[in-house]
């Protein structure tokens, strides 16, 4: 499977972005999916992750009501609406997959196998 990343870009803290990956290869239907970001001199940090269902989501404690992660298995898709960004937002955002059975997610970034190439949002205060 191949991932790519896009949607970043300057906002205004207080404002809303939304980010896409789109996958190409094998069923995307029966992958985990999820969000990590990178800031400018720290380690790649967990956002958020979706199972194979829809309604099986985690978090991030940072992010917790206001990012919300999403799926379209009709177009291979996966979303991360961000609303009331704040500078500390401020990072690459890449996307990751892997297989995973129905029940599960994961959200440590050497669970997944596959990586996105990454998208930058800035926010500026």
């Known amino acids: 499977v191949q991932l790519q990343a896009s949607g970043g870009g300057l906002v205004q803290a207080g404002g809303s972005l939304r980010l896409s990956c789109a996958a190409s290869?094998?069923?995307?239907?029966?992958?985990?999916m999820g969000w990590f970001r990178q800031a400018p001199g720290k380690e790649r940090e967990f956002v958020a992750a979706?199972?194979?269902?829809?309604?099986?989501?985690h978090y991030a404690d940072s992010v917790k009501g206001r990012f919300t992660i999403s799926r379209d298995n009709d177009k291979n898709t996966i979303y991360l609406q961000m609303n009331n960004l704040e500078p500390e937002d401020t990072a690459v955002y890449y996307c990751?997959?892997?297989?995973?059975?129905?029940?599960?997610?994961?959200?440590?970034?050497?669970?997944?196998?596959?990586w996105g190439q990454g998208t930058l949002v800035t926010v500026s205060s």
């Open positions: 290869g094998r069923s995307f239907s029966r992958l985990c």
């Open positions: 979706i199972g194979r269902s829809t309604t099986n989501t």
């Open positions: 990751a997959a892997r297989s995973c059975i129905l029940t599960v997610l994961y959200t440590a970034l050497d669970e997944f196998a596959t």
